[in-house]
Nanobody
Framework: QVQLVESGGGLVQPGGSLRLSCLVS????????MAWYRQAPGKQRELVAS???????NYLDSVKGRFAISRDNAKNTAYLKMNSLKPEDTAVYLC???????????WGQGTQVTVSS
């Protein structure tokens, strides 16, 4: 049974940076497409960024040029590097895995990101 553990969230000032990590256990990262979602209070959950097993990436328009998703299959870890953070980026960020890209989804527990001065 695959499990996902996110880390790296915290409180950061506007304009700052954070790197989130998503460690995959119980399986190997290379067989999963990966993605990051976020959930802010009172708002719908939204897809922030995704990366396929082959390395193709996609981003939410509002984070393009600021966020970068990556993966290190040797470390069984996916990452989300977030630069130029804004208060509207404040949310719980959740990692998901998609087994072979067929829609067999597993969710992590989430990590809080708060952007505030």
């Amino acid at each position: 049974q695959v499990q996902l553990v996110e880390s790296g969230g915290g409180l950061v000032q506007p304009g700052g940076s954070l790197r989130l990590s998503c460690l995959v256990s119980g399986s190997i990262l290379s067989i999963y497409d990966m993605a990051w979602y976020r959930q802010a209070p009172g708002k719908q959950r939204e897809l922030v960024a995704s990366i396929t097993r082959g390395g193709t990436t996609n981003y939410l328009d509002s984070v393009k040029g600021r966020f970068a998703i990556s993966r290190d299959n040797a470390k069984n870890t996916a990452y989300l590097k977030m630069n130029s953070l804004k208060p509207e980026d404040t949310a719980v960020y959740l990692c998901i895995s998609d087994y072979l890209g067929i829609g067999h989804i597993t969710w992590g527990q989430g990590t809080q990101v708060t952007v505030s001065s």
